[in-house]
């Protein structure tokens, strides 16, 4: 395993929404560090996550403190299988949404059980703060940022709606109550938005009406240990990294109710120098998105063994 860190170098954690019914099997056959990290995870919930990752229902594995878990623990085994093909620690990370607490396991700020535990309990929170039904999220493409922003204030009323992920130019995420996010998707096509989407998810994550849920979910990171990244890691809420331990509690927690700038988040790494990125993880949601916010710097996605040897072949070369 490489000690070194590879300077102008970025791994990015996928969130929610990179889950699929068989994720890493073919990536579990070349490296056991996988079972060996999904077992970890399972004995620290007492519940088996590779059998729900690799078998199902989906249904199961889309809820949301179930995918939390799951999706933390094939960030971390990807990572895992990185480092023990002697992969470089890169020079900074960063995480969307729940794979901000995977960047942090990787940096050692976490250790990878408490982080296991958190999520899950992060995911139960969050669904417990709006009964199911009574939220939603919608994705809308093609709208300036700010036109966007001014629709859902203008449409919210006495309810909340409001930007929840600037995933890439032209690409928002919003997120509250159902009506008031059907109301913004109908102002949004009026304003020429090229589509209004509906997201198959029953947790209106990352706006105020996660509020609740982000202060219950402070009192349980204060009762865990957060360490000092040995990289910066980038968070959400804020286009920062933090070495003190309540500055990146609070980050966690923020992060709940705030929006993920993603882009800024891109952005910044890019300004400081990054050229070259791994999205680590499952699937290639965050390559797509990183293709769309700086064409000018490589992204590779470590969806398989193969994408893992390879990209470590170029960046020790």
């Known amino acids: 395993m490489s000690s070194s860190i590879l300077p102008s170098s970025a791994f990015l954690f996928p969130g929610q929404g990179s889950q699929s019914i068989g994720m890493l099997a073919e990536l ?79 940096a050692d700020a976490l250790d990878f059980a408490d982080a296991v535990r958190l999520v899950r309990r992060r995911g139960q929170l969050m669904q417990q703060a709006v009964p199911e039904g009574q ?29 929840a992920n600037y995933n890439s130019p032209g690409q928002v995420v919003i997120a509250g109550a159902r009506s008031a996010v059907d109301r913004a998707c109908e102002a949004a096509s009026a304003a020429g938005a090229r589509r209004a989407l509906p997201l198959p998810v029953s947790v209106p994550s990352h706006c105020a009406l996660m509020r609740g849920a982000a202060d219950e979910l402070a009192a349980e990171l204060a009762a865990i240990e957060v360490r000092t990244p040995l990289v910066p890691v980038w968070h959400n809420a804020d286009v920062a990294s933090h070495a003190e331990a309540d500055a990146i509690r609070d980050a966690l927690a923020r992060q709940l109710w705030q929006p993920v700038r993603w882009t800024r988040t891109i952005e910044a790494l890019v300004a400081g120098g990054v050229t070259r990125f791994a999205e680590c993880g499952p699937g290639k949601v965050l390559a797509g998105l990183n293709r769309r916010i700086s064409r000018e710097s490589a992204i590779t996605a470590l969806d398989s063994i193969a994408a893992l040897e390879q990209l470590n072949e170029e960046w020790t070369a």
């Not at 060996?36 to 078998?55: C, N, Y």
């Open 135 to 163: 939220g939603a999220m919608a994705a809308i493409l093609g709208l300036d940022d700010a036109v966007l922003e001014g629709l859902c204030a203008e449409v919210a009323g006495d309810e909340v709606v409001s930007c």
């Open 28 to 106: 579990a056959g070349a490296a056991p560090v996988v079972g060996e990290t999904f077992a970890e995870a399972s004995e620290a919930l007492g519940m088996d996550l590779w059998r729900l990752s690799q078998d199902g229902p989906e249904a199961d594995l889309n809820r949301t403190e179930n995918t939390q878990p799951a999706l933390l623990a094939a960030d971390i085994a990807t990572w895992r299988a990185w480092r023990g093909l002697g992969g470089p620690m890169p020079s900074a990370m960063a995480g969307h949404s729940l794979g901000e607490y995977a960047a942090l396991v990787a």
